[in-house]
Each structure stands twice: as C-alpha cells, then as structure tokens.
C-alpha cells in the first residue's frame, strides 16, 4: 500500500523569504503522479502543482516549484518570495498510474507566513 | 471556483439521525471522490464513483454509503449518526486521463451534537 508522509506538522517563514516543505512517499509502483493541494483558513482545496513520475524535469508554476527525487521517493515544494496570502495547510498527494485514481494525502503541513 | 457544488455548505444534527451530502461535479467530469476530513487532520478516502459505478472504496464505515446518478450528481448519506462523524466532507471531480488532478468542491462541515 501506498503511504505518504509529511513530517513538518507546522512551519513558519518570513514574508518574501522562500521555505521548502518535505513529502516523502512509499510506494512499489513506477509510474506515479504526485501533487501539492493548499488549503487555506476558507478550507477549500486548491491544487498547486502537479508532477508526472516518469518526467525528471521538476514541475514549477510562477512561485512554486518542487524537488522530485525519484530514487529517495522525495518530492518536496519550494515556495519562494513567500505572501501572506501563502498562510495555509499543504497537502502532499499521491497517485497511482494507471489506477483507480484514488489519491492518498499526507496529513499536511500548517504554514505560516510572518509580515 | 473549482466547478464542483457541494450542498449543504453547514449541517448540524443529532446523534443518531441520518444525513444526505449532495455534489454535482465539474461539466464532463464522470468521476467523483468523497473524502472526510476530520479537525486538523488529512483528508481520508471513502468512495470513488466513476459514470455511476463504484470504483474504489477506502475506510468507509458500513453506516455510511454513497451513490452516483445517471446526470453524474453523487450523494453521501450518513446513517446513525455519532459524534466522532463531524467533520469536513469534501466531494472532488475529475476527468481519468494522465495527470488530471482532482478539483474539489467546498466542502460540507457537519456537526454532530
């Protein structure tokens, strides 16, 4: 069974300063997509950003990036010129290709972004 | 807006009633995922539903069950209810090709006193 682990349960960061949130994951599957969902104070999901396994390049979207360490089963968010706006729970997700399509989520990580 | 309705936004009941959760998913989206999430926590799986068939099911309670219709709209009843049920119960919608991620609708907080 897939597991996913994120060991940071609360985090904290300076406005405009950049702050990296850890993921790793279990799995025997070789094909995989793994995603980062934020869930801020209005408890709605939002979807981050997203990476295939099979792709080494790593998946970036404007302010958000990742580092996807295959062999380590690592797959970790950067968020640089951090906003207050960011200040959210960050759920690592994984997913199993092909599959049913059922996600399993981390328990999250509680940031804080500090004005 | 993520497209995915979910009604009620807030429900609040006794212990024992019984409770029905509607979503309807993004146009074209045939799946649908239910998920609760308890305070602070992660968010569990219960039930995928893919075009009105069960797909996958994950720790859900035998109290709990969920169905799809023919227009794609889902709904989790909750049955006898206890108070450990509150929570956070999100429905999400996908379409099942490649990397498509889920989009999530905003959740139904309900509350068992």
């Known amino acids: 069974a897939q597991t996913v682990t994120q060991s940071q349960p609360e985090m904290s960061v300076q406005e405009a300063e950049t702050v990296t949130l850890s993921c790793t994951y279990d799995?025997?599957?070789?094909?995989?997509?793994l995603f980062w969902y934020k869930q801020p104070p209005s408890r709605q999901m939002i979807l981050v950003i997203r990476?295939?396994?099979?792709?080494?390049q790593n998946a970036t979207e404007n302010r958000f990036s990742v580092n996807f360490q295959k062999a380590a089963k690592s797959f970790s968010l950067k968020i640089s010129d951090s906003q207050l706006g960011d200040t959210a729970m960050y759920f690592c997700?994984?997913?199993?290709?092909?599959?049913?399509?059922?996600?399993?989520f981390g328990t999250g990580t509680r940031l804080k972004v500090l004005a | 807006d993520s497209g995915v309705t979910q009604t009620p936004k807030h429900l609040i009941t006794a212990t024992g009633q019984r409770v029905t959760l509607r979503c309807s998913p993004r146009?074209?989206?045939?799946?649908v995922y239910w998920y609760q999430q308890s305070l602070d926590q992660g968010l569990q799986f219960l039930i995928h539903?893919?075009?009105?068939?069960?797909?996958a099911k994950g720790n859900i309670l035998e109290r709990f069950s969920a169905q799809q219709f023919p227009d794609l709209h889902s709904e989790l009843n909750l049955s006898s209810l206890e108070l450990g049920d509150s929570a956070l119960y999100f429905c999400?919608?996908?379409?099942?090709?490649?990397?498509?991620?889920?989009?999530f609708g905003n959740g139904t907080r309900l509350t068992v006193t």
């Open positions: 999400a919608s996908s379409v099942e090709v490649n990397n498509s991620p889920l989009h």
């Open positions: 799995t025997s599957e070789n094909n995989y997509y």
């Open positions: 990476q295939e396994a099979y792709k080494q």
């Open positions: 997700a994984f997913m199993k290709h092909p599959g049913t399509y059922k996600y399993i």
């Open positions: 146009s074209g989206d045939l799946s």
């Open positions: 539903y893919y075009n009105g068939e069960e797909r």
